[in-house]
């Protein structure tokens, strides 16, 4: 697989539910950044958890970090209609040449039904 | 909060011409990027810019594209000679300790 794998591919559920999106990755990282985007729209940058970090929390929102297994998961939790949308995982890269240089993944496509 | 400003947002433009796309990144910000985004496709590296000279490029980023940022403020990309395939969203980046702060993009349609 491609560095910055996630899956589910694409993820349907009822508002008030929980989603949960998971990321697996090739390489050592600095970090792990997760990103929403709505259709056609640009990028929001939702969360970082760095390479020493195991969980972090925001809001809503708790990611994840496993570097034994290389992955990352993102949890959603109370999900509302507002948070369809496409999610990816982005990983900097340990001793990468280029400082900041981020590697997505294909993403993953939430649709919350109200 | 400080954001990265993008114009235009769309640019339709015919096939090898030249298009400029624009770019303010936050203002104490060191380090800018070029990403782009072929419709349904995954977001890719295209150049990373520092200390105003390239860091590193990837395979995409051929001879027709190329960065300056002439005035301290403005980051620009620049496709000499725009190809069908060149049509997608492009986005532009600059880099905080938090992460990295995205521009809404400038969806180039070439035709």
């Known amino acids: 697989s491609q560095q910055g794998e996630e899956d589910p591919q694409a993820l349907s559920i009822q508002e008030g539910e929980n989603a949960t999106m998971n990321c697996s990755y090739k390489?050592?990282?600095?970090?792990l950044q997760w990103y929403r985007q709505n259709s056609g729209r640009g990028l929001v940058h939702l969360i970082l958890?760095?390479?020493?970090?195991r969980e972090k929390h925001s809001g809503r929102l708790r990611v994840t970090l496993d570097t034994s297994k290389k992955s990352s998961s993102l949890l959603i939790t109370a999900s509302r209609a507002a948070d369809t949308a496409s999610y990816f995982c982005?990983?900097?890269?340990?001793?990468?040449?280029?400082?900041?240089?981020?590697?997505f993944g294909q993403g993953t496509i939430l649709t919350v039904h109200p | 909060e400080p954001e990265v400003t993008q114009t235009p947002s769309h640019q339709v433009t015919q096939m090898g011409q030249e298009v400029i796309l624009r770019c303010v990144p936050i203002?104490?910000?060191?380090?800018f990027y070029w990403y782009r985004q072929i419709l349904g496709q995954k977001v890719e590296f295209l150049v990373s810019?520092?200390?105003?000279?390239?860091?590193?490029k990837s395979e995409i980023f051929d001879d027709q594209f190329s960065v300056e940022r002439p005035d301290g403020s403005n980051f620009t990309l620049k496709i000499r000679s725009t190809k069908l395939e060149d049509s997608a969203m492009y986005f532009c980046?600059?880099?905080?300790?938090?992460?990295?702060?995205f521009g809404s993009g400038t969806r180039l349609t070439v035709v």
């Open positions: 980046a600059s880099r905080t300790l938090s992460g990295n702060t």
């Open positions: 390489t050592s990282i600095n970090n």
């Open positions: 958890i760095r390479s020493n970090e």
């Open positions: 982005a990983t900097d890269e340990l001793g990468g040449t280029s400082y900041g240089k981020l590697t």
């Open positions: 203002s104490n910000h060191l380090y």
């Open positions: 810019f520092y200390n105003n000279e390239i860091s590193e």
